[in-house]
């Protein structure tokens, strides 16, 4: 699969989009069938991505997976039924050697962007890289992550904009960065889910305002974004982890079509 044919067609926009975590084979059945048949017919490049495990969790007694190399066996299976590539975490240089057989493209978690040892290994898999601009740093900061993984002679790098600390217990997005991070020569991603994220609640479980997903979207299509990124679930009120701030399944098509003609006006 040649993901970077995704990020040549200006007139589209690549959607990253499934479940936070691998809960089990029939969630990920539930959510990839469905996504792969709607981006198909309306035309978007698509990338099925969850984690195969969550080891950023507020509280230790949160869901963290069902086990690595059984998450990541399903994972290999959606991208052979289906044909389509997979994202998924990782989170040390070891993860990313093993994670490498299973999927196309490693995500490093926006907490994790400053780590060398794991950008550099990502780097060295050869894989495409999307990088998590943290909540810390300023768009124009990513550079330095960015130029670790292309010390490994590896250039297929993404870059995902996620929101900015604003408080304890929110985020708050400077659009800004979409054209900053493009102008270090990647692609540029909106995560329009944990951007609406409400960290740090003292009972240990993340909040968000889903509601603001959708405006979170257009304004990154509007503004230029390479692709979207969208966890969702047929039933967030059901999911394992971050189910606050995930989009339910049944809105994607309706919110996907509105910005097809946002982007198709511009």
């Known amino acids: 699969m040649d993901i970077g044919l995704y990020f040549e067609k200006e007139h589209r926009f690549v959607l990253i989009a499934g479940p936070c975590v ?3 084979k029939t969630l990920l059945e539930e959510v990839a069938g469905p996504m792969c048949l709607l981006t ?23 869901f963290s997976g069902i086990g690595d190399l059984q998450a990541l066996q399903y994972l290999h299976e959606i991208r052979q039924k289906y044909q389509v590539p997979i994202l998924t ?17 490693l995500q ?30 300023s768009p124009e900061a990513m550079s330095f992550a960015i ?70 979207a257009k304004a990154a299509i509007a503004t230029g974004a390479n692709g979207i990124f969208i966890e969702t679930h047929p039933r967030p009120y059901e999911a394992l982890s971050d189910g606050a701030n995930m989009l339910p399944q049944h809105q994607m098509e309706d ?12």
Not at 41 to 62: E, M, T
Not at 89 to 105: F, G, K, L, Q, R
Not at 154 to 159: C, G, M
Not at 255 to 266: H, N, V
Request: hydrophobic fraction near 35%.
């Open 22 to 24: 691998v809960e089990s």
């Open 40 to 62: 198909k017919q309306l035309g978007i490049p698509y990338v099925f991505k969850a984690s195969y495990k969550k080891a950023n969790r507020s509280s230790h007694s949160s």
């Open 89 to 105: 975490d990782v989170h040390s240089p070891e993860e990313c050697e093993m994670a490498s057989y299973y999927t196309d493209i």
């Open 108 to 137: 490093i978690p926006a907490f994790l962007c400053r780590q060398t040892e794991l950008l550099v290994a990502a780097g060295k898999t050869g894989l495409w890289v999307n990088i998590k601009k943290g909540q810390f740093l």
């Open 147 to 216: 130029d670790k993984v292309r010390s490994t002679g590896n250039d297929q790098i993404l870059a995902t904009e996620r929101g900015s600390c604003f408080g304890y217990r929110d985020l708050i997005v400077d659009f800004r960065s979409i054209p900053i991070m493009q102008s270090l020569g990647v692609p540029v991603i909106m995560d329009c889910t944990h951007s609406v994220q409400q960290p740090n609640q003292s009972g240990g479980i993340t909040g968000g305002t889903p509601q603001h997903i959708s405006t979170m």
């Open 255 to 266: 919110l996907l079509i509105r910005l097809l003609r946002i982007k198709e006006a511009l």
